[in-house]
């Protein structure tokens, strides 16, 4: 049986990924650090439960608007209608956390707007 772990809270990178455009749209004024609901083991992403928000390095910078159609409906159907692997994209930004240039390269290669 799986424990459940708490949740690893990382405000430093989740301000960094505020400080980034939205990977939806490129609106670079509002961006809010949306987390990413649905899991994949392949990339050793579990499901946080009902009520819970995963770890906040599974986290991705959409403006408000974009981060709202991204809670509507199916999560990976945005994902994909984005041609984005979410999954890498925030395992490379959080890689990159606190590297803005790097951060920009990495989005620029994994988001084709």
């Given at each position: ?29 509002e ?11 392949m ?36 994902w ?24 920009h ?9």
């Open positions: 049986m799986r424990q459940r772990h708490p949740r690893i809270h990382n405000e430093v990178h989740l301000d960094f990924i505020r400080g980034l455009p939205c990977i939806s749209c490129g609106n670079d004024i961006t809010q650090a949306a987390h990413l609901r649905s899991d994949d083991r990339y050793g992403k579990t499901g946080a439960g009902m009520q819970q928000k995963p770890d906040d390095m599974w986290t991705l910078p959409l403006c408000g608007r974009c981060h709202d159609r991204q809670h509507t409906g199916n999560e990976m159907n945005f994909t209608n984005l041609g984005v692997n979410p999954f890498v994209l925030a395992l490379s930004l959080f890689a990159a956390s606190g590297d803005y240039e790097l951060a390269e990495v989005i620029s290669r994994q988001v084709h707007r």
